[in-house]
């Protein structure tokens, strides 16, 4: 117990200081509540409001792919490079060291394998177990328009709700069937569908036409997946016009895990994302680094 003698007594009230009451630096999120504004704040860089995700969570549905055959040897070097690390749980209990300091954003929906249906997916982690690994936002993957369209958005909602009992945040992730058409109509749809069924984020894929009426119609940050390997100048690129166009970051995973210097790549986004630097720049400063080795 303190110590009450010698208290002295309090004057500084500054009664000329009027209390502060400064909105949340990010779209939408206003409203939340103090834990997941503080968690927010840990995946989205309070200077840029932007965030530089590497996602790593891909062996839930495809196994060992190229880039994550070791978590450990190939991914735990990147992570003081990234701002926030996506994976799935028993990678990160198996491979990840709990010292790290990174905001963790966890897969929590599973099911399905790239053998069967992949839209056939749940929720696969109790919320209970996000918080006992500390995360800061929970992943749940959603299939609008698919044949299990029903089941993931009421999945997502599920998870909602347990994340506003304990202030996680869920970011939703859009998943496009492969019969289904990738264009700006589609993902204003599915993104804004999220927001109003209440994820505090949402990912989707970048599109070259009309991904600004995305970002617009969506009221909570976007960020977008990198999607399959590209030339790094290309993969530059579209983060670039991303940013410009209203994305809030990227969540990037076989563009940076893929690539021959996979540190230089973080560098070079994190230089578009948080810096917004020009693509052919960032190419500049990945070339310089890949032939330092750093
Ligand atoms: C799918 O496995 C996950 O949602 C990935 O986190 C997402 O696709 C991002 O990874 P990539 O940039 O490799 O597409």
Avoid at 4 to 31: H, W
Avoid at 70 to 88: Q, S
Avoid at 98 to 109: F, G, P
Wanted: with cysteine; glycine share 8%.
């Amino acid at each position: 117990m303190a110590d009450i003698d010698g208290t002295n007594e309090p004057k500084q009230f500054f009664t000329d200081v009027p209390p502060t009451s400064e909105g949340f630096y990010l779209k939408g999120s206003n409203s939340l509540d103090w834990g997941m504004k503080n968690r927010l704040s840990r995946i989205f860089n309070p200077v840029s409001g932007k965030t530089v995700m590497l996602a790593v969570d891909h062996g839930y549905f495809l196994g060992p792919t190229a880039g994550l055959e070791r978590i450990d040897v190939n991914i735990v070097p990147l992570i003081p490079y990234a701002d926030t690390l996506m994976i799935t749980r028993g990678a990160l209990r198996t491979m990840v060291p709990a010292d790290t300091q990174k905001a963790i954003v966890l897969r929590v929906t599973g099911g399905a394998s790239i053998l069967t249906d992949l839209s056939n997916e749940d929720l696969a982690v109790d919320i209970e177990d996000a918080v006992r690994l500390n995360v800061c936002a929970m992943a749940v993957q959603v299939y609008v328009g698919s044949e299990h369209e029903h089941q993931t958005l009421l999945s997502m909602t599920r998870m909602v709700d347990m994340g506003l009992r304990y202030g996680i945040p869920t970011l939703a992730v859009t998943a496009v069937g492969k019969e289904m058409v990738r264009d700006a109509k589609y993902f204003r749809l599915a993104t804004r569908i999220c927001a109003e069924l209440g994820a505090q984020y949402v990912k989707t894929y970048y599109i070259s036409e009309g991904f600004e009426t995305v970002t617009a119609s969506c009221p909570v940050p976007i960020v977008i997946a990198g999607g399959k390997k590209l030339p790094e100048i290309d993969a530059l690129t579209m983060a670039y016009r991303a940013i410009q166009e209203g994305a809030a970051g990227v969540d990037m995973g076989r563009n940076i895990f893929q690539s021959v210097a996979p540190i230089a790549m973080l560098k070079a986004v994190r230089a578009v994302v948080h810096e917004n630097e020009t693509p052919e720049k960032a190419f500049e400063l990945y070339t310089t680094l890949k032939s330092e080795k750093k």
